[in-house]
C-alpha cells in the first residue's frame, strides 16, 4: 500500500485480517519505478516470504500494478490479491491482469500478464477519497460508455456528477471490461479498444509527470479522449453531433488544460512508444459512433498535430 493507504483505508480493515506484515511506498505516479519494486522485494526477502506467501495489495492503480509485478516476480511468482481503494483501480487496474511500472518516463513500460487470485472491491473506499482523485477513476468510466454502451454513457452525469450510485457504476463499468478481456486477454485485437483516449492521453500524462502541470491520470485521458475523439471524426467519420456531446461532457467535468504547441514534438514522440504501435507506425483505438469503437487504426503525426490545435481552442 501508499502513504495515503495506509493512513486512510488500512484502518478500516487491518483488525480483520490475519497476522501480516504490511510495507508502504510514497504515495504518486512517480514512485510507480524499479527502485520502489527493489525496496519491495528486499521486504519481501528480509520477511523471508516463500511462494505460498500470499500478498494483499491495498491501494489505487500503482499499487495494484506494481504490487502485482512484484508478486509476479519474486521467486517466480507468488500469490496476490487486490483489493482496489480508488474508482479509477476498482473499474480498470481491477480487471485484466496487467501489472507493471514506469521506466524512463514510458507508462507501464515494463510488466507482465497475470492474473490475482481475487479481487475484493467496496465503493466505501471512494469515501477516502479527494474529489480530484474520484473525477480521475470517472474519466475511465466515461470512456467504458464511450466504447462499448451508449446508454450507459447518456446516463452518466455532468453536473453534481459526485453523487452517483457508484456501486452501480462500478459493477456495469467492470462488466465492460471483464466482457472485453475475457475475449482477448492478452490484447491482441479487441482489447485494443479499452485504451481510447489512452495514446495520446498517456503521452500528455507522462510529458508533464515532474512539472507544474502535473496532470491525474483521468484528467490527462479526458484530453486524449477530446483529441481523439477528433480523431475519429476525421478517420472514422464519428458524427459531428456526437463530437460535439462527447466534448461537451469531459469539458464540464474536467475543465480545460493548454497544451503550450512546442510540447507537441514531445507529445507525439512519447506517443509513439504506446504499446499497441507496430514498427514506427501509431495505431490509434477511435470511435465509429458512441458506443462502437474499432482498433489499428493508423495515424500520423500531422494528424495529432491538429487535434491538439483543435483541443486548445475549444472553449471551457
Not at 133 to 162: C, D, M, P
Not at 166 to 193: A, Y
Not at 286 to 312: Q, W
Amino acid at each position: 500500500m501508499d502513504s495515503h493507504t495506509i493512513k486512510h483505508c488500512y484502518p478500516l480493515i487491518s483488525s480483520h485480517l490475519p497476522e501480516h506484515s504490511s510495507f508502504a511506498f510514497e504515495a504518486g505516479e512517480v514512485h510507480k519505478t524499479l527502485d520502489t519494486c527493489v525496496a519491495i522485494w528486499e521486504w519481501m526477502t528480509e520477511n523471508s516470504f516463500d511462494r505460498k506467501t500470499l500478498i494483499l495489495n491495498i491501494g489505487g492503480g500503482v499499487t495494484g500494478d506494481m504490487g502485482g509485478f512484484c508478486a509476479s516476480t519474486y521467486k517466480r511468482g507468488i500469490r496476490f490479491i487486490n483489493l482496489p481503494t480508488t474508482l479509477l483501480s476498482q473499474v480498470d487496474a481491477s480487471v485484466g491482469g496487467k501489472l507493471g511500472i514506469d521506466f524512463k518516463g514510458f507508462k507501464n513500460h515494463i510488466g507482465v500478464f497475470n492474473q490475482p487470485e481475487g479481487v475484493l472491491i467496496s465503493e466505501e473506499f471512494l469515501g477516502t477519497l479527494p474529489e480530484p482523485e474520484l473525477r480521475s477513476g470517472y474519466a475511465e468510466v466515461i470512456k467504458h460508455g464511450l466504447i462499448r454502451n451508449e446508454n450507459y454513457f447518456n446516463s452518466l452525469k455532468t453536473e453534481n456528477w459526485q453523487n452517483q450510485s457508484w456501486k452501480d457504476i462500478i459493477s456495469v463499468s467492470v462488466g465492460i471490461k471483464r466482457e472485453v478481456v475475457e475475449k482477448d486477454p492478452k490484447e491482441e485485437g479487441l482489447r485494443k479498444i479499452l485504451n481510447f483516449g489512452h495514446t495520446i492521453g498517456h503521452a500528455v500524462e507522462s510529458h508533464y509527470l515532474d512539472t507544474p502541470l502535473h496532470l491525474l491520470h483521468g484528467e490527462a485521458i479526458a484530453i486524449g479522449m477530446v483529441t481523439e475523439g477528433y480523431l475519429s471524426q476525421k478517420f472514422l467519420r464519428l458524427p459531428k453531433e456526437q463530437l460535439e456531446i462527447i466534448q461537451q461532457k469531459l469539458l464540464t467535468v474536467y475543465g480545460k488544460v493548454h497544451i503550450d504547441e512546442k510540447d507537441f514534438e514531445a507529445i507525439i514522440d512519447l506517443c509513439f512508444q504506446d504499446k499497441k504501435n507496430e514498427g514506427n507506425v501509431l495505431n490509434f483505438s477511435l470511435l465509429k459512433r458512441i458506443g462502437e469503437c474499432d482498433f489499428n487504426i493508423v495515424v500520423g503525426k500531422e494528424a495529432i498535430i491538429e487535434a491538439l490545435k483543435y483541443y486548445n481552442q475549444l472553449e471551457n
